[in-house]
């Protein structure tokens, strides 16, 4: 398993919390996705076997949310 941190630009609402949360969590490879509202961030644990870093910013990106650094 790895983990990855995506920090976003600021989340406006709790449905955006839901929305990406739900997004990813059903995505193959894709164990564990927190967001944490008041920080921006996206904490991700996941089977880079299957997906990886890089995937996962795309997907939150194709739904609407700008990221701006992934640790």
Do not use: H, W
């Amino acid at each position: 398993m790895n983990k990855t941190v995506l920090q976003l630009e600021t989340l406006t609402c709790p449905s955006c919390v839901r929305r990406i949360e739900a997004t990813l969590s059903k995505q193959p490879g894709i164990e564990v996705a927190t967001v944490k509202f008041n920080a921006s961030k996206v904490d991700v644990t996941y089977q880079e076997t299957i997906i990886n870093a890089t995937d996962i910013k795309q997907l939150v990106e194709s739904i609407g949310y700008k990221v701006t650094d992934v640790k």
